[in-house]
């Protein structure tokens, strides 16, 4: 934002909160479906986060703890029983019971035409029966330790409410009912939704009794919004705009190193790839991202220390691995190393491609901080590297992230914000073979494939010993990133913006929510 209008905004400011009961949020990136199950995206989570519960829910570190679900253990290698909380109501005032989870979790598995689904929830499970009205009895076909991660993912629906109701119907607001402190009350696409507050909430009485989500997609409108009064609470407030509403006293900033990896997906599974083309753009027989040299190559030519401290203004952390430091699976100094060009271009020619060859970028143009800027310096530097950038392409997520998935592209910028303790959703979504049948490579959009990595994640999402499972993760994660499976770039240091006496709880998982506002 253009400092003169920072300032002036800045004194447009109301020095008081005028509505104490309320909460107007600003949201860059607006949900796809009111529906909690059509996507497993963040936008969508951030949605359901207010209006639905999970068996489980994390800390601001991503350590989990109980919600519906107050207890579980594991009987054997393959049954679990899960003990779930009495005396909670949905909105309508119907009382939540086993038989809502049962439903939620089957209805999770089979959401038509989902971008983005939720196949890893119901990795390995066999059966979920109500045992009792508060308690589950869970068998599995083989061991899943982590199962509580896994089914915790899914939001818990009223069975007697959405039973029979599609992504369409729920979209309109027919079978929106949930346990969670706020009440659905409409959805105007594009807009807004609004939300009131539930009173009965079973974790206490909310802190706001209405709440009014916004979608602002552009960064400086968004910051203009909290400035002028018209909002109260702003995500992914914008690096360059960080400091100084740190340094306004009519605001509050909440900042946190997140765990959301941003990273370049590469088309190395099919010989023939859509935006691959020669030095002179002519299109190509051969696919050459399918050459582990050539992947290196390009990861080779990215100098992701400029793309964290100098686009991004230090609200990144330069990236050569799937999680930070914290996270289970992290791999103790793995790290980014220093662009080398002339590397680089030793590996090419080694690839059989000393004049390089052509490519286009992919990348949305809305859903990460800069996401448009880091496409184009990334195509600066891949071109300094001796590829021919045929273009750098920028499209709103909503209509990008389902291009990607239907595998449209052949270089693409995306994200992958790991919400559990480890590394093991993110490496099983994106990483892992793609096998729906099996819950694998839910979001392997590049379909990336490779047998040594799948022996070794499958190996470690056995063990049941914690320590035993991180260190298997991280082996998995050095065979995927030798492999230049896919080119990590950076750890997002995202921030959120309030006004003076509104506080914000910042989390690793980057979740915005009415929530976690007080």
Avoid: C
């Avoid at 107007?24 to 497993?40: L, Q, T």
Wanted: hydrophobic residues 45%; charged residues 20%.
């Amino acid at each position: 934002m253009h400092p003169a209008l920072f300032a002036a905004l800045l004194a447009l400011l109301p020095a008081t909160a005028p509505r104490a009961a309320d909460l107007i949020i600003a949201r860059a990136a607006e949900h796809s479906a009111m529906d909690p199950h059509f996507a497993g995206t963040g936008p969508n989570g951030d949605t359901a986060n207010d209006i639905f519960d999970r068996l489980i829910s994390s800390d601001p570190q991503n350590q989990m703890r109980p919600a519906l679900a107050t207890a579980w253990e594991s009987i054997d290698a393959t049954t679990w029983r899960i003990t779930l909380r009495p005396g909670v109501r949905f909105h309508d005032g119907t009382p939540f019971t086993a038989d809502d989870v049962v439903f939620s979790l089957a209805r999770a598995k089979d959401i038509p035409n989902s971008p983005a689904p939720f196949l890893r929830a119901s990795r390995g499970v066999r059966s979920v029966i109500a045992e009792a009205p508060h308690r589950l009895l869970v068998t599995t076909d083989g061991p899943v330790p982590r199962l509580m991660e896994q089914l915790g993912e899914i939001y818990i629906l009223s069975h007697h409410a959405a039973a029979g109701r599609g992504t369409t119907e729920l979209n309109g607001g027919q079978g929106m009912i949930g346990t969670g402190p706020y009440r659905f009350r409409a959805w105007v696409p594009a807009s807004r939704v609004d939300l009131d507050g539930n009173p009965d909430y079973w974790g206490g009485v909310p802190a706001w009794q209405r709440v009014s989500l916004r979608f602002i997609k552009q960064p400086a409108a968004r910051v203009a919004a909290l400035l002028a009064g018209d909002v109260d609470l702003i995500d992914q407030v914008p690096p360059a705009d960080a400091k100084a509403l740190a340094a306004n006293p009519k605001v509050a900033l909440f900042s946190i190193a997140a765990t959301r990896l941003v990273y370049l997906a590469l088309d190395a599974s099919r010989p023939v790839s859509p935006f691959i083309t020669d030095a002179a753009g002519k299109p190509m027989e051969r696919n050459p991202l399918q050459d582990q040299r050539v992947r290196r190559a390009l990861g080779l030519m990215i100098d992701r220390a400029a793309l964290a401290t100098r686009l991004l203004d230090g609200s990144a952390e330069p990236a050569a691995q799937f999680v930070p430091d914290g996270i289970g699976g992290h791999i103790p100094g793995l790290v980014a190393q220093p662009s080398d060009i002339p590397a680089a271009k030793r590996l090419l020619a080694e690839a059989g491609y000393p004049g390089g060859f052509g490519l286009t970028l992919h990348a949305s143009s809305d859903r990460l901080p800069q996401d448009s800027a880091v496409a184009q310096a990334l195509g600066q530097m891949l071109r300094r590297g001796g590829i021919a950038v045929n273009g750098v392409v920028t499209e709103p997520y909503n209509v990008f992230a389902p291009a990607a998935s239907r595998r449209a592209y052949s270089l693409f910028l995306f994200s992958f914000g790991t919400t559990s303790a480890s590394s093991a959703d993110g490496l099983t979504s994106v990483l892992a073979t793609y096998d729906p049948d099996r819950g694998m490579g839910a979001f392997n959009r590049s379909r990336y494939s490779n047998p040594a990595f799948d022996q070794a994640l499958t190996q470690a999402l056995g063990e049941f010993d914690e320590t035993s499972r991180n260190a298997g993760l991280a082996r998995a994660t050095g065979i995927a990133m030798s492999d230049a499976a896919l080119l990590p770039l950076y750890w997002q240091v995202v921030h959120w913006g309030s006004r003076k006496g509104i506080a914000y709880t910042p989390r690793r998982d980057e979740a915005t929510a009415a929530r976690y506002a007080r």
